[in-house]
T-cell receptor, first 115, second 114 residues
Framework: GAGVSQSPRYKVAKRGQDVALRCDPI?????LFWYQQALGQGPEFLTY????????KSGLPSDRFFAERPEGSVSTLKIQRTQQEDSAVYLC?????????????FGPGTRLTVT | AQSVAQPEDQVNVAEGNPLTVKCTYS??????LFWYVQYPNRGLQFLLK??????LVKGSYGFEAEFNKSQTSFHLKKPSALVSDSALYFC????????????FGDGTTLTVKP
């Protein structure tokens, strides 16, 4: 079956531009996660949804970062006024249930380069 | 703060030899522990997890991991390495004191030489 998909796969933005990154989770998965992965590091948690509710946004680095999942399926991560330090791979993951024990299924990521 | 550490950036083993990729975590509540593998140009894939019960868990592709509460470790192991096991491995934890967040280590690159 289809896995988690993300678009675009690559995005180049000029400093100061706004960007929107899309995530399509596995159908029926209620939990959705966003991570930021810098080169040579592990994924860093950004935010977490259960259905359409954003339950944890403690990892968002600034108020320029905003995520939504209005219908409990597709999610968008928006970054306003991009800065060079925002350059990273942004990963989306989904899991079947709410419990901590569920493993996550990851998309291929969006590589964002801010010039 | 909750954290996960992978003390080795790189592990090299010969094909057919046993392999171990190390992971330790900070103590804070009861952890749920996971291993993921990342192949080049592909997303992270789930390998195995420890939730409760038997300390030795078995996962995909012949991998297993041992949970050791006293040492706060969750090392990934395989009795006989294959060249195709060469990849980047991540250990991750979720703690019941912070339900949403997953904490990842910085990854260990495993290279298996023929």
């Amino acid at each position: 079956g289809a896995g988690v998909s993300q678009s675009p796969r690559y995005k180049v933005a000029k400093r100061g531009q706004d960007v929107a990154l899309r995530c399509d989770p596995i159908s029926g998965h209620v939990s959705l996660f966003w991570y930021q992965q810098a080169l040579g590091q592990g994924p860093e948690f950004l935010t977490y949804f259960q259905n359409e509710a954003q339950l944890d946004k403690s990892g968002l680095p600034s108020d320029r970062f905003f995520a939504e999942r209005p219908e409990g399926s597709v999610s968008t991560l928006k970054i306003q006024r991009t800065q060079q330090e925002d350059s990273a791979v942004y990963l989306c993951a989904s899991s079947l249930g709410f419990a901590l024990s569920y493993e996550q299924y990851f998309g291929p990521g969006t590589r964002l380069t801010v010039t | 703060a909750q954290s996960v550490a992978q003390p080795e950036d790189q592990v090299n083993v010969a094909e057919g030899n046993p392999l171990t990729v190390k992971c330790t975590y900070s103590v804070s509540g009861n952890p749920y522990l996971f291993w993921y593998v990342q192949y080049p140009n592909r997303g992270l894939q789930f390998l195995l997890k420890y939730i409760t019960g038997d300390n030795l868990v078995k996962g995909s592709y012949g991998f297993e991991a041992e949970f050791n509460k006293s040492q706060t470790s969750f090392h990934l192991k395989k009795p006989s390495a294959l060249v195709s096991d060469s990849a980047l491995y991540f250990c991750a934890a979720r703690f019941n004191t912070n339900a949403g967040k997953s904490t990842f280590g910085d990854g260990t690159t495993l290279t298996v030489k023929p």
